[in-house]
């Protein structure tokens, strides 16, 4: 009993760091409530029971709405959408060339081990670690953000995105100066952003933990974006007049269930239904630009249609 209470509790703060932007939110709402009050159901993955030992896997199953009503009702601004695959390609340059497959280089180890440790809103990806990969998608290449290659890498792991990030190592006399570089493409390998724009890092007679700092500031970058952009606030609500145009009632009754499903949405109501598809009033607690990106987890997009925007099909 005291195990599974000590992983639940585990399991419920991971909810709440994934969720909530401060840890100053994270402490209010964990004053406030008790996982108990939202637990659904616990899920044995496996146990064995040993001589005063228990060891098992858990899943933990929070009831989401509920706890959206009293993040709503402690006035707390959350973000829970998963973002689309990104792909995490870190490389190494030094005198002796650019390297991405490297097993003992430090930057290139650490964001292996960083990306399995990671358990956030953001869908990290990785390549396989084979021959073939090593040698199609070399460290020169990837390093100079070849279009080509950082579209055919996005492809085989099915990524919506790719992070590139690059540590250099170059020489100041006998210093060594190592400067890190994050900037984050499509799958198509156009280029959507400087990560660390503004903020870019040359480190002096650089340790292990300076480069974990890094990787570390990076990730948190990219966590903040991402949060930032997919923002629910109930004291900032809007509304927007859709259309969603169907084919039949069920797809009609389809689209009402993705709608519900969506948590910027926080209520509809249906203006006008004919054969063609049905008008809708939405009440927003969020941006479109949060809208958007959680429509697209659906398969969903909102477009722009003469003086109308529409909720269809991608």
Known sequence: DIGVRKAAEQAFSTVLDRILLTNDARLKFMTLHDLDDFSDFVHIVEENNLDRRYIATLDFCFDAARLRQAMITAQLSWSELQSPPVLVIPVWSGPDGARAWQRDNQWIAGWWDAVAAYDGLLSFRQLERNLINERQFRGEDLLLAN????????????????????????????????????????????????????????????????????????????????????????????????????KSLKEWAKRLTALDEIAVIQSYDIITLDTRGGQLYLRLAGSQKALQNALSAHRLQLVEHGDRQLISAK
Request: proline share 3%; charged share 25%; no cysteine.
């Open 147 to 246: 279009p080509a290659k950082l579209k055919h890498a996005a492809s085989l792991v099915r990524a919506e995105q790719v992070l590139l990030v690059a540590a250099s190592l170059d020489y100041e006399g006998s210093k060594p100066l190592v400067t890190i570089t994050a900037r984050l493409f499509d799958k198509t390998g156009q280029m959507i952003s400087d990560i660390l724009y503004g903020d870019q890092k040359t480190l002096e007679n650089f340790t292990v933990n300076d480069l974990d700092i890094m990787r570390q500031k990076i990730i948190e970058k990219m966590d903040e974006n991402w949060q930032t952009a997919n923002l629910i606030n109930e004291s900032e609500t809007g509304y927007l007049t859709v259309f969603l145009p169907v």
